[in-house]
């Protein structure tokens, strides 16, 4: 995008970029952080390291997760000394596979994550500029974002704590966390794949960390699975310890398994490990797993959102993007027909976004009417940002009722509303509809109530907005350039929802 030298729109840089996506992620904009993404690529904007781990921590959020998988690909084998700034990014994938209730591709996600210390490059290997699509990469006329992993401008970090629930990093080295494990032995443990899971541990941690996992079942009565681990191990010519062993064999007596402990014996015996009952079992340090694993297993299949649910939205997203609107809408109505789930905000999110990029407003109103039933059964809780999107097509559409009716939901809801974006939308679609048209004019009763919608929005609009309070908030970004200290201060919510409306718009233009 090139800008005239005296041209007075400001074209964003990565830095600002950084600082609105940030925040986005911060309050939960999950969904404006995605509009944003996509208005990085149409500014041909490069993304530094920092905005990738941002974009991760949006994808993570909307459920995207092919996206993130291209994210990965994209930084490659990164160098040490970047392997703790990614961590965010590997987090947000693994958190996703297990949403998405893939444990087989956690479980190589794991093992590529603990190899990433092995040969890595030098810096030099990644010093260039690499362009990734946005959206699925057979889509010809989809966007394409530029991203550079190896730059990380000082200024630029702002709006995403460092904090990472399965990924750790220590020494240059990423590992993982014990909640990673629980999260992997009841995975694999609920599909009946042990053998799996105890070459997984053995490759990760060796055998101490194959026995903090027999530990762990032991102590939630996953005896039969702990023995499954011990001869997977004997099967890999990698036995484990007498402790071992006497953990589980204590764990059958106490639950009165004397077969099974008969048969734990005479395996005890062959590999010449003798026990003494008299001995003291000791326990095992890792405790927190052993916690971790019962809370796991608490949950159960309490998803909040179902896993089937993530793959659908994903095929939503895909055919969206390719504007395959029967496809899309096919995909739709097999969520809505589905008992045990509802779409979710991000399932409207898309759908609408497809219906604006096609111009059918119409066809949005019918998803509002979707979305207010859902709200009324309880099974969606809207956010700001989807019915800011919505507010804004019914601007284009021309449908002030709705329009009306979404912000007045948005103000009983205590919502903020950015009444300086919606003058603007309206200014460049119906600047003089209906300005001397009085409601006594009206041929037809619709028409008279479509004159007192306009005019209640123009008074909305008018009563709200004034220029100083459209300039403000993207001045006040630009300075924050210069001055961090004020950083926290005035990443507000209402503040964020300005300085990102007026990225969009100014882009847009």
């Given amino acids: 995008m090139e800008l005239k030298r005296n041209s007075n729109v400001m074209k964003p840089d990565t830095v600002l970029f950084n600082l609105v996506l940030g925040s986005c992620v911060r309050f939960g904009f999950s969904l ?26 949006v994808y993570e959020m909307n459920g995207m997760r092919d996206e993130l998988k291209k994210l990965k690909e994209g930084i490659g084998h990164v160098p040490s000394q970047l392997l703790c700034h990614y961590r965010r990014l590997y987090d947000n994938l693994l958190s996703l596979e297990f949403k998405f209730d893939d444990i087989g591709s956690a479980g190589r996600l794991v093992l590529d994550i603990c190899k990433k210390s092995k040969d890595l490059p030098s810096v030099q290997n990644l010093e260039k500029v690499m362009v990734l699509p946005v959206g699925s990469h057979h889509i010809r006329s989809g966007l394409k974002i530029r991203i550079s992993p190896e730059i990380l401008q000082r200024d630029s970090s702002l709006g995403v704590d460092s904090e990472a ?11 993982v966390t014990n909640k990673t494990l629980a999260k992997l032995v009841y995975g694999y ?50 036995p484990m310890d007498l402790v071992t062993y006497r953990k589980v064999l204590s764990g059958y007596h106490k639950s009165k398994m004397l077969r099974n402990a008969e048969v734990l014996v005479r395996q005890m015996t062959k590999a010449g490990l003798v026990t003494d009952p008299s001995d003291e079992i000791k326990d ?17 299949e309490q998803r909040k959102v179902p896993s089937t649910l993530y793959e659908l939205n994903s095929s939503l997203y895909y055919f969206c993007k390719a504007k395959m609107q029967e496809d899309a809408v096919t995909t739709y109505r097999k969520i809505q027909k589905m008992k045990t789930i509802s779409p979710t905000v991000q399932s ?32 969606l809780e809207v956010t700001q940002d989807l019915l800011e999107k919505l507010v804004v097509n019914f601007l284009r559409g021309g449908y002030f009722e ?24 309206y200014l ?3 600047k003089n509809l209906y300005r001397t048209l009085k409601a006594a004019d009206a041929v037809t009763e619709a028409q008279a109530q479509r004159v007192e919608h306009v005019k209640a929005f123009r008074k909305l609009v008018g009563m709200f907005c004034s220029l100083r309070s459209w300039r403000e908030p993207f001045s006040t970004c630009r300075a924050l350039k210069d001055d961090r200290d004020a950083y926290t201060v005035v990443m507000e919510t209402s ?9 969009v718009m100014r882009i847009a233009k």
């Fill in 32 to 57: 404006k952080g995605q509009e944003l993404i996509e208005l990085m690529a149409k500014a041909d904007v490069v993304a530094d390291g920092h905005s990738i781990v941002i974009m991760s921590c």
């Fill in 165 to 175: 629930t399965f990924v750790s990093c220590a020494d240059s080295k990423l590992g």
């Fill in 189 to 238: 443990k609920r599909r009946e794949n042990l053998p799996e899971l105890s070459k997984l541990l053995f490759s990760v941690g060796g055998t101490k960390l194959c026995a903090d996992v027999i530990d762990a079942c032991v102590a939630v009565g996953w005896l039969e699975a702990a023995h499954d681990i011990l001869d997977d191990m004997v099967s890999a010519g990698n």
């Fill in 284 to 300: 095992c340090e890792n405790t927190e797993l052993r916690a971790l694993l019962v809370q796991e297993i608490n949950a159960g």
């Fill in 348 to 379: 409207y999110w898309i759908l609408v976004d497809m219906y604006s990029s096609l111009g059918m407003y119409r066809e949005i109103t019918v998803a509002w009417g979707d979305i207010k039933r859902n709200v009324a059964s309880r099974d």
């Fill in 402 to 425: 709705r329009v009306m009716e979404v912000i007045s939901y948005m103000k009983e809801k205590g919502m903020y509303n950015d009444v300086a974006m919606y003058k603007n939308e």
């Fill in 428 to 430: 460049k679609v119906h």
């Fill in 495 to 503: 503040v964020v929802e300005k300085v990102t409306n007026r990225v």
